[in-house]
T-cell receptor
Framework: DGGITQSPKYLFRKEGQNVTLSCEQN?????MYWYRQDPGQGLRLIYY???????QKGDIAEGYSVSREKKESFPLTVTSAQKNPTAFYLC??????????????FGQGTRLTVV | AQKVTQAQTEISVVEKEDVTLDCVYE???????LFWYKQPPSGELVFLIR??????QNEISGRYSWNFQKSTSSFNFTITASQVVDSAVYFC????????????FGPGTSLSVIP
């Protein structure tokens, strides 16, 4: 079955540590996205990528980094510079820009908790 | 600036009741796209509908219907004869033609359908 796989589902991190969230898709989509979800705030865009080896910052990129070495993969690293990393992280993909006449497909998310 | 408002934070209805979820948007662009997504307890967002700014026709899909009114900048979503499986968080989203890489999500409305 085609879809987006995020791992792990739950992740605990000590303060000061970097941690990487995985996102893999087998939908052959060009565009991939990372969103952060906090209670009552909807989804906020962290980074997005329209093509391999290229990505752009979203609205809340500070403290995060990404790479897009393969079309299928778009890992997100939450660095120690992120002041409040505890949140639910969602990865998405689409055939082209998610705001164009196309829908986005989402993974099941990773819940990150800083302990 | 683009903005999406979902004034209803939480709604509870008894099964078989009809329920309308409100969405009000702000945009300066004349060409834009509106979306509704459903987020069940499992976490992933599921695409429900996409509408462009030139198509004001209301749409019905089974028990779901959408009312798009440009005059009031609203894109409301109605569930008829609600069922327990409709319990989820529902997000309204907007993107502008000029910035189609970015989809702005509203804060979401949490719907609980009580048996």
């Amino acid at each position: 079955d085609g879809g987006i796989t995020q791992s792990p589902k739950y992740l605990f991190r000590k303060e000061g540590q970097n941690v990487t969230l995985s996102c893999e898709q087998n939908l052959n989509h060009d565009a991939m996205y990372w969103y952060r979800q906090d209670p009552g705030q909807g989804l906020r865009l962290i980074y997005y990528s329209q093509i391999v080896n290229d990505f752009q910052k979203g609205d809340i990129a500070e403290g995060y980094s990404v790479s897009r070495e393969k079309k299928e993969s778009f890992p997100l690293t939450v660095t120690s510079a992120q002041k409040n990393p505890t949140a639910f992280y969602l990865c998405a993909s689409s055939r082209q820009g998610a705001g164009m006449d196309t829908e986005a497909f989402f993974g099941q998310g990773t819940r990150l908790t800083v302990v | 600036a683009q903005k999406v408002t979902q004034a209803q934070t939480e709604i509870s209805v008894v099964e078989k009741e009809d329920v309308t979820l409100d969405c009000v948007y702000e945009t300066r662009d004349t060409t834009y796209y509106l979306f509704w997504y459903k987020q069940p307890p499992s976490g992933e967002l599921v695409f429900l509908i996409r509408r462009n700014s030139f198509d004001e026709q209301n749409e019905i899909s089974g028990r779901y219907s959408w009312n798009f009114q440009k005059s009031t900048s609203s894109f409301n979503f109605t569930i008829t004869a609600s069922q327990v499986v409709d319990s989820a968080v529902y997000f309204c989203a907007l993107s502008e033609a000029a910035t189609t890489d970015k989809v702005i999500f509203g804060p979401g409305t949490s719907l609980s359908v009580i048996p």
